[in-house]
């Protein structure tokens, strides 16, 4: 089972909204907890790309493409993270990941299965 789990993509038209999940089964609640969580997307033939994060405190960062439109938030005594959408644009259409982000900034566990957003008209 993979560390990182994504759900909650699908069809949307654009203006509209989905809210994405991330769970940890394998992690111990110590260990998420303090880790700083991101959220992923990547399109065919381009790298993937962080679109947002949230530190243990709660400090989030935005990709400027999304800021306004997206909301990170965790939940620790459930060990999830979530993406919220809203004003979707065709252009935000990717596989979302989430992922931990180690000392450097970069992710830290191997990459889950993602889920789809598709928005079109």
């Known amino acids: 089972q993979a560390q990182l789990v994504e759900s909650g993509g699908g069809l949307v038209q654009p203006g509209g909204s989905l809210k994405l999940s991330c769970r940890a089964p394998r992690m111990i609640t110590s260990v998420f907890n303090p880790q700083i969580m991101g959220w992923y997307r990547q399109t065919p033939g381009k790298e993937r790309e962080l679109v947002a994060s949230i530190s243990s405190s709660r400090n989030t960062n935005y990709a400027d493409s999304v800021k306004g439109r997206f909301t990170i938030s965790r939940d620790n005594s459930r060990k999830m993270v979530y993406l919220q959408m809203n004003d979707l644009k065709p252009e935000d259409t990717a596989v979302y990941y989430c992922?931990?982000?180690?000392?450097?900034?970069?992710?830290?566990?191997?990459w889950g299965q993602g889920t789809q957003v598709t928005v079109v008209s």
């Open positions: 992922n931990a982000l180690d000392t450097t900034q970069q992710p830290k566990y191997n």
